[in-house]
């Protein structure tokens, strides 16, 4: 008996919260128990009204994802395992084994589904495969130009399938293409750039190419719904920092603890070393309810 | 249940990833989690700006770690929830910060109009105080299940129970609850 009012009480719960059943229509279903459990709901119902926390801003939502990924890649750790990882398939015999293999492939009957895949798009069967032969690309690249080079053109695919996704309607994909064109604008910030501006990889080339990828964001903002538009304002903000990290990497500045939208920190005045979220130094201790 | 093992499986992917460098699946963990670990942050620290240095020290620490973290089948959500514990008790052992509980209902009723104010920051103040006075299980209990609105199988992930403990523990907790309430209405009468 005593079992069986917890698991009523979880389960009536539970469809309230999921919008599958009101208070009452708990309490009509379960007329033999709706003195005990109907009090218990009730006082639930009242918590949840009062008490639940609304979410997060989503200006700190973007501004810390960004200090996060700088934090992660600022620590090292990943920053080398991600340079590793880059030049890891042509260093390793496993891997360079498998790239073999994978030429192989492609020599053969694979070239058709690489060629089919290039137009492919995140959500499409065969966009795995594009997105292999990229890496292949990257693997078989020997200088760090090159590297700059194929990924500032990845990420400009990105935006070619985003624009794409946009104009067939399908949004639910999107996140992809603009996660994907994230995860390369922070492979390009790993990268050792060449010193020789004229290069195709060099900094001012790159530079240019993403200012010309966040008017072709701006201009995709304007053409997708409400609920798409977050995830296009998380990547125009992405592709905007990138372009402050390559502005502050040629006047050798270090960019890692500026945030989107904030102003370079200073460390002489700032006890957090790394937290650099914009609030005003000057505004009064903080203060809280104990708990 | 099938979502459910596609979710686990998916953090586990993700955290295989983040492992070998991949900035991508960090991101998509901090976008998945940001939301469930500030609001029990906030259940628990009034201070919004307190409740998001918290909260992102969460995930810092969690992601310089991710080489340490071992898969236990569950969701990443309650390695998370047990670095904002720890985060949390260390933030209360320092003690300073403190707020009036008046001035912290405030904080969350800017939005109300004065009359309506008014009546939701003494309606709030006096359940949270009836919150406080519980066991901290219980309290947990209802912030994670009742607040948060986690289900049953995520709540007993965090709390670390097998499902039907968990059912127990809400019961409990929400039986307590009410009779505080009441004991407090009838105090204040």
Same mark, same amino acid.
């Given at each position: 008996m005593k079992q069986e009012l917890d698991l009523l009480v979880d389960q009536c719960l539970s469809a309230i919260q999921a919008g599958e059943e009101t208070l009452e229509s708990c309490l009509r279903a379960h007329p033999e128990h709706a003195g005990e459990i109907g +009090?218990?709901? =009730?006082?639930?119902?009242?918590?949840?009204?009062?008490?639940?926390?609304?979410?997060?801003? +989503?200006?700190?939502? &973007?501004? #810390?994802?960004? *200090?996060?990924?700088?934090? @992660?890649?600022?620590?090292?750790?990943? =920053?080398?395992?991600? &340079? @590793?990882?880059? =030049?890891?398939?042509?260093?390793?015999?496993? $891997?360079?084994?498998?790239?073999?293999l994978l030429v192989i492939v492609l020599l053969g009957s694979g070239v058709g589904v690489v060629r089919a895949s290039a137009d492919s798009l995140p959500g499409d069967s065969l966009y795995g495969v594009k997105l292999a032969s990229e890496q292949i690309q990257l693997a078989v690249s020997f200088s760090p130009e090159t590297d700059a080079e194929l990924l500032v053109g990845f990420?400009? !695919? *990105?935006?070619?399938? %985003? !624009?794409?996704?946009? /104009?067939?309607? &399908? $949004?639910?994909?999107?996140?992809?293409?603009?996660?994907?064109?994230? #995860? #390369?604008?922070?492979?390009?910030?790993?990268?050792?750039? +060449?010193?020789? !501006?004229?290069?195709?990889?060099?900094? #001012?080339?790159?530079? %240019?190419?993403?200012?010309?990828?966040?008017? @072709?964001?701006?201009?995709?903002l304007e053409q997708v719904p409400e609920n798409a538009k977050a995830a296009i304002e998380r990547a125009i903000e992405h592709s905007t920092h990138s372009t402050e990290v390559i502005k502050k990497v040629k006047s050798d500045d270090h960019p890692s603890n500026t945030?989107?939208?904030?102003?370079?920190?200073?460390?002489?005045?700032?006890?957090? +070393?790394?937290?650099? /979220?914009?609030r005003d130094k000057d505004k009064p201790e903080k203060t809280e309810k104990p708990k | 249940m099938i979502e459910d093992v596609k979710l686990k499986l998916a953090d586990a992917q993700l955290i295989k990833r983040a492992k070998r460098g991949d900035h991508q699946a960090f991101g998509v963990l901090y976008e998945r989690y940001i939301d469930a670990i500030f609001r029990y942050v906030r259940c628990r620290v009034v201070d919004i700006q307190t409740a998001e240095d918290i909260t992102e020290a969460v995930f810092l620490r969690s992601f310089e770690a991710i080489g340490k973290y071992r898969e236990k089948g569950l969701r990443y959500s309650a390695y998370l929830y047990q670095v904002a514990r720890n985060l949390l008790i260390d933030h209360y052992r320092r003690g300073d910060d403190i707020v009036p509980i008046e001035n912290a209902e405030h904080q969350l009723v800017s939005s109300q109009s004065t009359d309506g104010e008014i009546i939701f920051r003494e309606q709030s103040a006096s359940l949270r105080s009836a919150l406080d006075r519980l066991p901290e299980e219980y309290q947990e209990i209802i912030r994670v299940r009742v607040l948060l609105e986690l289900s049953t199988t995520e709540a007993a992930e965090w709390m670390k129970r097998s499902e039907g403990a968990t059912r127990v523990l809400l019961h409990r907790a929400l039986k307590a609850l009410k009779r505080e309430v009441e004991e407090g209405h009838e105090a204040g009468a």
């Open positions: +009090p218990i709901l =009730r006082i639930a119902a009242h918590s949840h009204s009062l008490l639940s926390p609304a979410g997060p801003r +989503p200006e700190f939502v &973007r501004a #810390t994802r960004t *200090r996060l990924m700088n934090a @992660v890649m600022e620590s090292g750790d990943i =920053r080398q395992k991600a &340079r @590793v990882g880059l =030049r890891r398939v042509r260093l390793q015999p496993g $891997y360079a084994l498998v790239t073999l990420a400009g !695919e *990105r935006l070619v399938e %985003a !624009e794409q996704l946009v /104009n067939l309607g &399908r $949004y639910d994909d999107l996140e992809q293409a603009l996660l994907g064109l994230g #995860t #390369t604008l922070d492979a390009i910030a790993t990268l050792d750039f +060449p010193g020789d !501006e004229s290069e195709p990889g060099s900094l #001012t080339h790159i530079e %240019a190419k993403l200012e010309k990828h966040i008017s @072709v964001l701006n201009r995709v945030a989107p939208g904030q102003l370079k920190k200073d460390d002489s005045s700032d006890d957090h +070393p790394g937290r650099g /979220n914009g | -």
